[in-house]
């Protein structure tokens, strides 16, 4: 079993970080939580405020990309672990714009594990089903499937991703990867799909659907995911990849429909725009190697899950 005594968690403010950095303090293993994150658009100090009181909690606002500060920070905190969840994370400003993808997501990891290697610490890469590419019916894609990325975004953490298995091929260094599905939760940024529904429909807005909304995705609860990644931290085979997947595919179009039905709003409020360029058709990947290894499978069920998430969301997204 890896350590959790003191761990390096990066982009703990955005939305699955600030969940992981809350399981990781309720561990009472876990003697010191450093998040270092660069607060871009997407992350939010808000979003870690109540763990200020926390004693063993330090927050640094700064970049995964600067060697000296990733390297000091472990040495001075005596770290165990790295848990890299800083990244960019938008598919649609990937295809906008593709730099600050490539420095962050490849770059940025690239130099997490040069500051693990020089202080020996381990080091968990937090992926996503999306390197795979779509899946055909009724496939679901266990880790040995082949890496096809559709867009900037996903072959980012593809890229990634191949730099933490040539980590540990050249260099031995011990690292893992969990593959993670597409997560909904409280604090995810309004970019995003779900708080994107949820904030037109409050406001009787036209919501928007990429084409014919029949793009296939897995949800997982964030409860669920910062668990696997947990789990795929303490226990996992070193340079081994686990998909996090929680067997629930729903189409975007059935997403909407639900949230709308909750909120009381009509489905005329949707409304089909044009098509994402190189939109994968389905997300479905097997995660019975994280079961059978680890232990881990998603155990909140979706119906009371995302019930549960549509009213925190439409508090905090509410019109004021
Ligand atoms: P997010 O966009 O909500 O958070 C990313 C965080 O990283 C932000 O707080 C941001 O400020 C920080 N960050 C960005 N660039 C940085 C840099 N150079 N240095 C330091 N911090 C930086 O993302 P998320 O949805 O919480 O995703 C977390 C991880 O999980 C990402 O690696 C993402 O690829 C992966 N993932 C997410 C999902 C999902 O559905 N949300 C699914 C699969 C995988």
Redesign the pocket.
Known sequence: MRSLRSILL?????????TLARQLLARPDVEQLVV?????????RA?LITLDQDDRFRFVE????DLGLVTNLLEKHHCSGIM???????VDRSIKNHE?FI???VS?TAVLLQAARTVDVSFLQ?????VYGSALFPNQLDESAKIRPSSP?SAS?ASADLMVQATHTTYGQDVVIA??????GPR??LE?LIPTIIYHALRDLPVPIYGTGQQIRDWIHVDD?AKGLISVFEKGFSNRAYNLGAKCERTNLGIARVILKQLHKPESLIEHIQDRPGHDARYAISPRLALIELEWRARIPFRSGFEAVIRELSQSLRPS
């Not at 700064?62 to 990309?65: K, L, N, P, V």
């Not at 593959?179 to 909904?184: A, S």
């Open positions: 990066t982009g703990g403010a955005g939305f699955i970080g600030s270092l994150d660069r607060l871009t658009y997407a992350g939010s979003n700064g970049d995964i990309r890299n969840l800083a990244a960019e994370s938008s600050d420095t962050t997501n940025g937090c992926s996503t089903d999306e975004y953490k593959r993670c599905t597409n997560t909904y995810q940024h995003k995911c």
